[in-house]
């Protein structure tokens, strides 16, 4: 199985700040990974696809890199409504899919 | 527009079953590979059983293994979850989702709590 480690598991930060996020695959998975926002009470909404590919409507503040085990979610500026928790995802052996543990992102 | 409605969830005593539904609309259901992904309270989001579009192929995670069993009824553009022998650890709100497709879609989920 795939394993995926994400670092930080929470992060305080300021409107303005610019954060990365890490994930860390236990496998190389290509560039098969994509970003996720979630907000309490939603579902996830994808941010990015095949590592960086910025998914329609996103805000360009977000980026994605990296390819083969290790990855990063970059936020350039960070806004008022970016605080929120985020998770990467591999298929890279889909459909037996892996979420990193996910990464608290609070206002400080 | 596109939606994913799930149904079913609720309270149930550990060793209880539990049938879960998710109807689509808005898109090309049959066509559509989907899966079924849960959150237990505070935690992280865990894949939980995947379908093909057909049907023909399924796949779950260990931890529900022998308990789940995932269907389909493209004729009714519904994806099911059939949960036996539920334990205190499957409480999580469970998500239908194609996941992996441009655009992915997600439902709202519905809420499962496993307790006596």
């Known amino acids: 199985d795939i394993q995926m480690t994400q670092s930080p598991s929470s992060l305080s930060a300021s409107v303005g700040d610019r954060v990365t996020i890490t994930c860390r695959a236990s496998?190389?998975?290509?560039?098969?990974l994509g970003w996720y926002q979630q907000k309490p009470g939603k579902a996830p909404k994808r941010l990015i696809y095949?590592?960086?590919s910025l998914q329609s409507g996103v805000p360009s503040r977000f980026s994605g890199s990296g390819s083969g085990t290790e990855f990063t979610l970059t936020i350039s500026s960070l806004q008022p409504e970016d605080f929120a928790t985020y998770y990467c995802?591999?298929?890279?052996?889909?459909?037996?899919?892996?979420f990193g543990q996910g990464t608290r992102l609070e206002i400080k | 527009e596109v939606q994913l409605v799930e149904s079913g969830g609720g309270l149930v005593q550990p060793g209880g079953s539990l049938r879960l539904s998710c109807a689509a609309s808005g898109f090309t259901f049959s066509s559509y590979e989907m899966n079924w992904v849960r959150q237990a309270p505070g935690k992280g989001l865990e894949w939980v059983s995947y379908i093909s579009s057909s049907g023909s192929t399924i796949y779950y995670a260990d931890s529900v293994k022998g308990r789940f069993t995932i269907s389909r009824d493209n004729a009714k553009n519904s994806l099911y979850l059939q949960m036996n022998s539920l334990r205190a650890e499957d409480t999580a709100v469970y998500y239908c989702?194609?996941?992996?497709?441009?655009?992915?879609?997600w439902g709202q989920g519905t809420l499962v709590t496993v307790s006596s």
């Open positions: 496998q190389g998975i290509r560039n098969d």
């Open positions: 995802l591999q298929h890279n052996s889909y459909p037996l899919i892996t």
């Open positions: 989702a194609s996941v992996t497709t441009n655009p992915d879609y």
């Open positions: 095949a590592a960086s």
